[in-house]
Nanobody, 125 residues
Framework: QMQLVESGGGLVQAGGSLKLSCAASGILLGGYAVGWFRQHPGSEREFVAAINWNGRNTNYADSVKGRFTISRGNAGNTVYLQMDSLKPEDTAVYYC??????????????????WGQGTQVTVSS
C-alpha cells in the first residue's frame, strides 16, 4: 500500500514540545522535497515547513520560525517535525506530503501530493 502516515500528535500545554513523524509506506521520500502543513478548525490549510530532497535546505513559515525544526531520518523514509515552545495557536491537524518534481521548498500546497491523513496537535493555555 502506498501512503504517508503522520504520527506523534497529542495534547500538550503551552510552552511544551512534540515531535511529529511522517513515515512512508510504498512511497519514495528520498530524492523528493517533503512539506508539513496544518489546518486549524474552520481555516484553510497552511504551510508550516519544508525540507529539500537531501535534507540540506529547509523553509519555514514565519509563524513557526525559531520554534519548529524539520529533519530527515537516516533511512530516508521518514521526515520529522520537532515542535518546541508550542502556543495555543499551533493547535491544528498536521499533514505531511511529498513534493512534486522541482518543488524547491515551495510553500504552496499545489506543489505537493501523496498527502497523509493528518495527526491532531492540541496546545492548551
Amino acid at each position: 500500500q502506498m501512503q504517508l502516515v503522520e504520527s506523534g500528535g497529542g495534547l500538550v500545554q503551552a510552552g511544551g514540545s512534540l515531535k511529529l513523524s511522517c513515515a512512508a509506506s510504498g512511497i519514495l521520500l528520498g530524492g523528493y522535497a517533503v512539506g508539513w502543513f496544518r489546518q486549524h478548525p474552520g481555516s484553510e490549510r497552511e504551510f508550516v515547513a519544508a525540507i529539500n530532497w537531501n535534507g540540506r535546505n529547509t523553509n519555514y513559515a514565519d509563524s513557526v520560525k525559531g520554534r519548529f525544526t524539520i529533519s530527515r531520518g537516516n533511512a530516508g523514509n521518514t521526515v520529522y517535525l520537532q515542535m518546541d515552545s508550542l502556543k495555543p495557536e499551533d493547535t491544528a491537524v498536521y499533514y505531511c506530503a511529498r513534493g512534486k518534481d522541482n518543488s524547491d521548498l515551495s510553500a504552496a500546497a499545489v506543489n505537493y501530493y501523496y498527502w497523509g491523513q493528518g495527526t491532531q496537535v492540541t496546545v492548551s493555555s
